[in-house]
């Protein structure tokens, strides 16, 4: 099928990026992207650049050099369903919060809202395909849904699980280490193809069976996660043996077998698909009886949430034991650096088990708004949004947050933290002042120099 107009459901951090990328390198093709969050829209579509609702390097220039050419940012979903040969279905399939899997089976209820939507406003061919990351043999009950409608309307479903991470989205696209493609139709695979063609090595694209591909994305993420969960174990044993994390990491990496990426110890990972994404695959393989593999894939986020609760612990204990009362600065919200992306961000949960403590918090992060840390807190639902407000302090600038401030916890590994005044700040706080690097970002043996206790992850 040639394809001429593509319709992009979900306006996210997925489809934003994603369709901009695939409108820049296919002039020919317009590209809509869809929503039903008329603010998400409005906010692609403003004038000012730097007011997008996401935030990644690179993206903005994109949309600057595509957006109104032949890519688009509408609320008008059924005109653009209408009007594309294919689909895109790239919204968000959080974790159940509600009835039979709650706390681990995705939620794919706005992802049958799209199939039902497209069901009923086709009048033309379409080309449907997966973008979100969906449990394998989802694609079953998108067939099922679109194919009984009755008309001559002919669907075609392909799976093609999107690899970006965050912070290096643009990069990611513009360089994948491979594309895949999974789906029966061999014409409508090739469709998808040619679009990546313009762009991607064929050589990178692989074609593989739908449920392949479904299963592929989650296992991907599976593995990464496991990764980190695996050097977060060792480095607390690196913390009671003097073995250095990173100099550990650093000898098993350059074993080709293990390789040196994803060897970062941290306070955790965190981000909108980890978890949830492992979650899912632990409730696919329980729901199949297959309880030893569920144990095993479950455990990966056993560890995380324990290095989360180790951090703050840690933090709490090597301050006398209390943190009532005192001001701790909170370095960084976001989940990673460069995107202003919170979800399952480590920070939320270390900065709540402070605040049980009693902790006064301050937080500073380059890219996060006071109101999304408040509402990421509120979310949990463990105290009240005016105990939160009250408890919690955010500024624009970070030198506010260190004054008077017992401890500083650094969350996220932002650039711009190494090249802070660390003679100023030690100066600005109390003594003795104390550092817990949750990402291995500063030097130990600078900080000592100048005086502060520092602590970091598996050293
Ligand atoms: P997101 O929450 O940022 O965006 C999803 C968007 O879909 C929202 O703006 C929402 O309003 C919209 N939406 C929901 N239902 C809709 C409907 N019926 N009609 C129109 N719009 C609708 O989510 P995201 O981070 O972009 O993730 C999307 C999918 O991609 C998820 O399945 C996720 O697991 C997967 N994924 C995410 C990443 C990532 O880094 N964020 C990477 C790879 C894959
Ligand atoms: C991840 C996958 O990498 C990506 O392929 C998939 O499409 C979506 O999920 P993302 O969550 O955006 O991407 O970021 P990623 O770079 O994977 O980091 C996830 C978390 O792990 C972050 O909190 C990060 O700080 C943490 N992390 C990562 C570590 O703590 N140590 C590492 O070595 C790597």
């Known amino acids: 099928m040639k394809i001429n107009k593509i319709c992009c459901i979900g306006a996210g951090y997925v489809g934003g990026p994603t369709m901009a990328v695939i409108a820049k390198k296919n002039p020919n093709i317009q590209v809509t992207i869809v929503d039903i969050n008329s603010e998400r829209i409005d906010a692609w579509n403003n004038e000012d650049l730097s007011k997008l609702p996401i935030y990644e390097p690179g993206l903005s220039e994109i949309v600057k050099d595509t957006r109104g050419k032949n890519l688009f940012f509408s609320t008008d979903i059924n005109k653009a ?61 998108i067939k099922s849904i679109l194919h009984n409608l009755g008309t001559d309307v002919n669907f075609s479903v392909l799976s ?50 739908i449920w392949s591909s479904e299963l592929s994305k989650l296992t991907a993420n599976a593995f990464l996660a496991q990764r ?65 593999v569920a144990d095993y894939w479950e455990q990966v986020i056993s560890m995380n949430d324990y290095q989360k609760r180790r951090f703050a612990d840690r933090l709490i204990k090597t301050l006398y ?4 009362g005192k001001k701790i600065a ?34 500073y992060d380059p890219k996060v708004s006071k109101e999304k840390v408040i509402v990421d807190l509120n979310y949990l639902n463990t105290r009240t949004e005016k105990e939160n407000e009250n408890a919690i302090s955010f500024t624009s600038d970070p030198y506010e947050s260190f004054e008077g401030a017992h401890a500083i916890a650094i969350m996220t590994e932002w650039d711009e933290f190494k090249t802070f005044d660390w ?35 598996g050293q």
């Open 81 to 141: 369903i209408d009007e594309a040969e294919m689909i895109f279905i790239s919204v968000n399939t959080p974790t159940k919060t509600y009835g039979k899997g709650k706390g681990m089976a995705a939620d794919l209820k706005y992802v049958e809202l799209c199939a039902r939507n497209i069901a009923e406003v086709a009048t033309t061919n379409k080309i449907v395909v997966e973008k979100s990351t969906l449990p394998v043999r989802t694609a079953e009950a």
């Open 160 to 209: 093609n699980p999107e690899f970006l991470a965050e912070g290096t989205a643009i990069q990611d696209l513009l360089n994948p280490d491979r594309v895949l493609i999974g789906g029966q139709s061999e014409d409508a695979i090739e469709s998808l193809a040619n679009i990546y063609k313009s762009w991607v090595n064929d050589d990178k694209i692989l074609r593989t069976n």
């Open 228 to 292: 980190v969960s695996s050097i977060n174990s060792i480095s607390e044993l690196c913390e009671h043996t003097e073995a250095n994390v990173q100099e550990v990491a650093k000898a098993i990496g350059m074993d080709s077998r293990i390789g040196s990426k994803f060897l970062n110890a941290s306070v955790g990972f965190g981000g909108s698909c980890f978890q949830k994404d492992i979650l899912n695959l632990v409730y696919i393989a329980r729901s199949y009886n297959l309880n030893e």
């Open 321 to 324: 034991n209390t943190v009532s």
């Open 330 to 363: 909170m370095l960084g919200w976001a989940f990673k650096k460069d995107t202003n992306d919170t979800r399952e961000s480590a920070a939320i949960y270390v900065a709540d088990h402070l605040l049980n403590e009693q902790a006064n918090i301050s937080v």
């Open 423 to 457: 003679n100023k700040i030690y100066n600005q706080m109390k003594k003795p002042a104390f550092i817990f690097d949750g990402r291995n970002l500063l030097d130990k043996q600078k900080m000592n120099k100048i005086g502060f206790e520092y602590y970091s992850i």
